[in-house]
T-cell receptor, first 116, second 111 residues
Framework: EPEVTQTPSHQVTQMGQEVILRCVPI?????FYWYRQILGQKVEFLVS????????KSEIFDDQFSVERPDGSNFTLKIRSTKLEDSAMYFC??????????????FGEGSRLTVL | DAKTTQPNSMESNEEEPVHLPCNHS???????IHWYRQLPSQGPEYVIH???SNVNNRMASLAIAEDRKSSTLILHRATLRDAAVYYC????????????FGKGTHLIIQP
């Protein structure tokens, strides 16, 4: 069964460093998402991406965050200068069609980011 | 997206049916009812969704009240692998793209 894959599974970084989290969505999917989950808290929406541009973002997704689909298969989340509060599990998701209403999202296993 | 209310936790025995309730009294006519679950240390997983009619798939059934102000996710025969947090989420077809997760219901399965 096709799945969303994420790398790395765990990354430890120093505060202020740049981090790139990578995702390979399901191949025929068109809509891509990043979510995060701070330990013990709710899953939070960060950003959605379609047709090579951001279609929606939450207030969490500030200027320190960016997303890119550099080569038609990978979908990346970059955090320019990490802060302690960026420590979380980051989930990538994809959907074959628009998530609104009926679209089913497929999530990856997540990338755990620890900022020291 | 309209708000949903779920019990914080529920407990059931293995191989018995489980009924997970969700209240959504402010649901609008264009809101779809989605259920996702999150197994321990994993990403969320789609379970089922519906609009007005009851729905069945290989994972579960979704029973939607006639007034649509509540719904119930039914696991027909729970296994230990069904222990997870279950999220009931309303998705407006014309609204925001991102899923809004609440705290969900923590389902505990006893062997």
């Amino acid at each position: 069964e096709p799945e969303v894959t994420q790398t790395p599974s765990h990354q430890v970084t120093q505060m202020g460093q740049e981090v790139i989290l990578r995702c390979v969505p399901i191949s025929n999917h068109l809509y891509f998402y990043w979510y995060r989950q701070i330990l013990g808290q709710k899953v939070e929406f960060l950003v959605s991406f379609y047709n090579n541009e951001i279609s929606e973002k939450s207030e969490i997704f500030d200027d320190q965050f960016s997303v890119e689909r550099p080569d038609g298969s990978n979908f990346t989340l970059k955090i320019r200068s990490t802060k302690l509060e960026d420590s979380a599990m980051y989930f990538c998701a994809s959907s074959i069609r628009e998530g609104r209403g009926t679209g089913e999202l497929f999530f990856g296993e997540g990338s755990r980011l620890t900022v020291l | 997206d309209a708000k949903t209310t779920q019990p914080n936790s529920m407990e059931s025995n293995e191989e018995e049916p489980v009924h997970l309730p969700c209240n959504h009294s402010t649901i609008s006519g264009t809101d779809y009812i989605h259920w996702y679950r999150q197994l321990p240390s994993q990403g969320p997983e789609y379970v089922i969704h519906g609009l007005t009619s009851n729905v069945n798939n290989r994972m579960a059934s979704l029973a939607i009240a006639e007034d649509r102000k509540s719904s119930t996710l039914i696991l027909h025969r729970a296994t230990l692998r069904d222990a997870a947090v279950y999220y009931c989420i309303l998705r407006d077809k014309g609204g925001a793209d991102g899923l809004t997760f609440g705290k969900g219901t923590h389902l505990i399965i006893q062997p």
